[in-house]
T-cell receptor
Framework: SAVISQKPSRDICQRGTSLTIQCQVD?????MFWYRQQPGQSLTLIATANQGSEATYESGFVIDKFPISRPNLTFSTLTVSNMSPEDSSIYLC???????FGPGTRLTVL | QKEVEQNSGPLSVPEGAIASLNCTYSDRGSQSFFWYRQYSGKSPELIMSIYSNGDKEDGRFTAQLNKASQYVSLLIRDSQPSDSATYLC?????????????FGTGTRLLVSP
């Protein structure tokens, strides 16, 4: 089973700034997914991180706001750009092979 | 109609009882079904996956799938206070290739000592 780690575990950021979240898997996986969980809500898929090609975004999410990198089969980053308080959420990564989740990044935007 | 529907609860059961959590889904083409447990402030933990009609048992957990009725359930036998959490049902989106999941809103389970 894959072990997924994320950094940072939490952060408090100012409006208008950007934060990059890292996701590391301990084995090679086919696809990595990025989800958002807003306070009191369920999980919503943001995008699929593809190795060697651009990420695939879900309806309502755009690359300018959530740029994603996937430089190899074990690592991905999600950037939350030009943040506003509405971006305060938990951001989670998972992999397509096991459907396990990382521990999440709790983001608060002031 | 929501893609994945769950009763938000809370579902309250006494310790030692069977907890029954239910989930319905809208897309008949879905093939993969997952149950996650999420404790407050933690990330979801995968506890069961099921792909075929019928029952699948793992310890105190049993997942039940009925594709004709588009219904999946999770039974927790001998419920413990430590089972108190939100249980999320997730279903794959057909024809997405790599098991993109749609999540229900979750059912909060409270097990009282």
């Amino acid at each position: 089973s894959a072990v997924i780690s994320q950094k940072p575990s939490r952060d408090i950021c100012q409006r208008g700034t950007s934060l990059t979240i890292q996701c590391q898997v301990d084995s090679q996986v086919t696809m990595m997914f990025w989800y958002r969980q807003q306070p009191g809500q369920s999980l919503t898929l943001i995008a699929t991180a593809n190795q060697g090609s651009e990420a695939t975004y879900e309806s309502g999410f755009v690359i300018d706001k959530f740029p994603i990198s996937r430089p190899n089969l074990t690592f991905s980053t999600l950037t939350v750009s030009n943040m506003s308080p509405e971006d305060s959420s938990i951001y989670l990564c998972s992999d397509s092979d096991t459907q396990y989740f990382g521990p999440g990044t709790r983001l608060t935007v002031l | 109609q929501k893609e994945v529907e769950q009763n938000s609860g809370p579902l309250s059961v006494p310790e030692g009882a069977i907890a029954s959590l239910n989930c319905t889904y809208s897309d008949r083409g879905s093939q993969s079904f997952f149950w996650y447990r999420q404790y407050s402030g933690k990330s979801p933990e995968l506890i069961m996956s099921i792909y075929s009609n019928g029952d699948k048992e793992d310890g105190r957990f049993t997942a039940q799938l009925n594709k004709a009725s588009q219904y999946v359930s999770l039974l927790i036998r001998d419920s413990q206070p430590s089972d108190s959490a939100t249980y999320l049902c997730a279903v794959d989106r057909p024809n997405t290739g790599f098991q993109k999941l749609v999540f229900g809103t979750g059912t909060r389970l409270l097990v009282s000592p």
